[in-house]
């Protein structure tokens, strides 16, 4: 199981941090990924990382903003995101999936069996 949390209402500028605790598997060795989801449009992604750690990536308009990192001992993922805009507003939610970790496959939802149930994140401008 994944849950989400830490969304909210922020001003533009604002930071918030989300969190995606892991439960109920094994999930060192997958490949984690926050996407995000507004009213109207289809789910988009976010960033990823791998089960090391020692890759992400980070959709163009979030670079730079927005950081992702794992705790392997808490089992649990987090995105920092910090310079928030009114366009970042929407649903955010996380995903793992185990196997090929490359930007194409790791950017397309589809390929993620599983998903966490989501947080709203609202920034006012």
């Known amino acids: 199981q994944l849950q989400a949390s830490g969304g909210g209402l922020v001003q533009a500028g604002g930071s918030l941090r989300l969190s995606c605790a892991v439960s109920?598997?094994?999930?060192?060795?997958?490949?984690m990924g926050w996407f995000r989801q507004a009213p109207g449009k289809e789910r988009e992604f976010v960033a990823s990382i791998s089960w090391s750690s020692n890759s992400t990536y980070y959709q163009d308009s979030v670079k730079g903003r927005f950081t992702i990192s794992r705790d392997k001992a808490k089992n649990t993922v987090y995105l920092q995101m910090n310079s928030l805009k009114p366009e970042d507003t929407a649903v955010y939610y996380c995903?793992?999936?185990?196997?090929?970790?490359?930007?194409?496959?790791?950017?397309?939802?589809?390929?993620?069996?599983?998903w966490g149930q989501g947080t709203q994140v609202t920034v006012s401008s």
């Open positions: 109920g598997g094994t999930f060192s060795t997958y490949g």
């Open positions: 995903a793992a999936r185990s196997g090929v970790f490359t930007y194409t496959v790791m950017k397309n939802y589809k390929n993620y069996p599983y």
